[in-house]
Nanobody, 127 residues
């Protein structure tokens, strides 16, 4: 049974940084397309970043140059380093594993029915 557990959310000021972690069990992250999504109240869940098994990375335009996705295969953990945070980054952030690899391969970082989700961690950025 796959389980994704996020850590690291919190409340920060604009310009500050946070590092999210996602501890994964039940699968091996090095063999999966992994990623992060976020959802703000009243908005649809959107893809933020993806990392494929070959370590190739894709980012949403809104976070390029500020966020970095990475993984530690030995610890089976996914990370999202978020720098220069803005109030518009405020959202619930979800770790995701996609056994179909569509999230990593198809452009647009879109949601599909194969994705498994963590429970989310809240990030709040104040101005």
């Amino acid at each position: 049974q796959m389980q994704l557990t996020e850590f690291g959310g919190g409340s920060v000021q604009a310009g500050e940084s946070l590092r999210l972690s996602c501890v994964v069990s039940g699968i091996t992250v090095k063999n999966y397309c992994m990623g992060w999504f976020r959802q703000s109240p009243g908005k649809e869940r959107e893809g933020v970043a993806a990392i494929d098994i070959d370590e190739s990375r894709t980012y949403a335009d809104s976070v390029k140059g500020r966020f970095t996705i990475s993984k530690d295969n030995a610890k089976n953990t996914l990370f999202l380093q978020m720098n220069s945070l803005k109030p518009e980054d405020t959202a619930m952030y979800y770790c995701a594993a996609d056994p179909s690899f569509a999230f990593c391969v198809v452009s647009g970082l879109g949601i599909n029915d194969h994705i498994d989700w963590g429970q989310g961690t809240q990030v709040t950025v104040s101005s």
